[in-house]
């Protein structure tokens, strides 16, 4: 016969489930029936606290934190959007007061704050269609700033650093 003393491991042997599935298990102590009830709670609370743990890295908090953001749903610096009706394009900065701004990459930079609403701004992220790689002071950012220039022609306003720092954060982040 088990006997039913509490210890560390006593929740394998007076687990709150073992009504459930299998009557195999010893019976509730009489003497301390609050023993399983607590043993039961704070196994609850431990599987809580590791799906809050875990939703909380699904929000990827430290790229949140490396890129400025404050909010859910901020988008990284330099990120792209596109506007869903008129094709406008957006490109998340921060301004001189440190704040963020949307900025027009057609309009030189200015801030649109005001004077674009926000659904304007609202777009899919997607994938690059194309890559400009190059050694450092290969010129690469002139080539940029070249190419930019062409109407159909969308492009980050910082390196994204997507294969080099932040590959393991998968394509969800480099969207
Ligand atoms: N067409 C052309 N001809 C000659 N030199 C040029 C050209 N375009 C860019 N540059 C020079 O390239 C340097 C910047 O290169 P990158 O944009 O690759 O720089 S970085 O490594 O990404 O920071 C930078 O050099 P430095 O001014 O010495 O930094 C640019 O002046």
């Given at each position: 016969m088990v006997r039913s003393s509490?210890s560390?491991?006593g929740?394998i042997h007076q687990?709150?489930?073992r009504?459930?599935?299998s009557s195999r298990g010893p019976p509730p102590d009489p003497g301390?029936?609050?023993?399983?009830?607590?043993?039961?709670?704070?196994?609850?609370?431990?599987?809580?606290?590791?799906?809050?743990?875990?939703?909380?890295?699904?929000?990827?908090?430290?790229?949140?934190?490396?890129?400025?953001?404050?909010?859910?749903?901020?988008?990284?610096?330099?990120?792209?959007?596109?506007?869903?009706?008129?094709?406008?394009?957006?490109?998340?900065?921060?301004?001189?007061?440190?704040?963020?701004?949307?900025?027009?990459?057609?309009?030189?930079?200015?801030?649109?704050?005001?004077?674009?609403?926000?659904?304007?701004?609202?777009?899919?992220?997607?994938?690059?269609?194309?890559?400009?790689?190059?050694?450092?002071?290969?010129?690469?950012?002139?080539?940029?700033?070249?190419?930019?220039?062409?109407?159909?022609?969308?492009?980050?306003?910082?390196?994204?650093?997507?294969?080099?720092?932040?590959?393991?954060?998968?394509?969800?982040?480099?969207?």
């Open positions: 509490w560390p491991w929740f687990s709150p489930f009504g459930m599935a301390r029936p609050w023993v399983p009830k607590l043993v039961g709670m704070l196994w609850l609370g431990a599987v809580c606290a590791f799906l809050l743990y875990f939703l909380r890295r699904c929000e990827a908090p430290e790229v949140a934190e490396s890129f400025g953001l404050s909010r859910r749903g901020d988008a990284p610096l330099g990120t792209v959007r596109y506007g869903e009706r008129n094709g406008t394009l957006g490109v998340v900065g921060v301004g001189a007061d440190g704040r963020r701004r949307k900025r027009s990459s057609a309009g030189g930079g200015a801030d649109v704050d005001g004077a674009m609403k926000e659904k304007e701004w609202r777009g899919a992220r997607r994938l690059p269609h194309a890559l400009i790689v190059g050694v450092k002071k290969g010129g690469t950012r002139a080539l940029l700033e070249f190419l930019r220039l062409h109407p159909d022609i969308r492009a980050l306003g910082t390196e994204p650093h997507f294969f080099d720092r932040h590959y393991a954060r998968g394509l969800t982040w480099y969207r």
